[in-house]
């Protein structure tokens, strides 16, 4: 069983940075795929980030430019920072865990992740 636990959210104004953090346990972090998800109010879970273990990244593209996924393997920890924040970059963001090998295609669906943390809000002001 490996748990996420998420920190970082908060209100920013549109323009504003922010810095989510998710820890998980688990001996074997380093092998995990680590998926960012979001979700707005009235909207369906999207993509927003991944990392695989061989440190490739992905994101979807209204982040391209603007967000950052990182890892700290020793501190089994993914990172997503966030730049240039904007009003509709507002949402409860989600950390997954994907404990096993993971294609470019897999990692950008939610479904295919077994982990999930419980979020962390997310509030741009315009």
């Known amino acids: 069983q490996v748990q996420l636990v998420e920190s970082g959210g908060g209100l920013v104004q549109a323009g504003g940075s922010l810095r989510l953090s998710c820890v998980a346990s688990?001996?074997?972090?380093?092998?995990?795929?680590m998926g960012w998800f979001r979700q707005a109010p009235g909207k369906e879970r999207e993509f927003v980030a991944a990392i695989r273990s061989g440190l490739s990244t992905y994101y979807t593209d209204s982040v391209k430019g603007r967000f950052t996924i990182s890892r700290d393997n020793a501190k089994n920890t993914v990172y997503l920072q966030m730049n240039s924040l904007k009003p509709e970059d507002t949402a409860v963001y989600h950390c997954?865990?994907?404990?096993?090998?993971?294609?470019?295609?897999?990692?950008?669906?939610?479904?295919?992740?077994?982990?999930w943390g419980q979020g962390t809000q997310v509030t741009v002001a315009s």
């Open positions: 688990g001996r074997t972090f380093s092998s995990y795929a």
């Open positions: 997954a865990a994907r404990p096993k090998g993971s294609t470019i295609v897999v990692v950008k669906r939610g479904g295919e992740y077994d982990y």
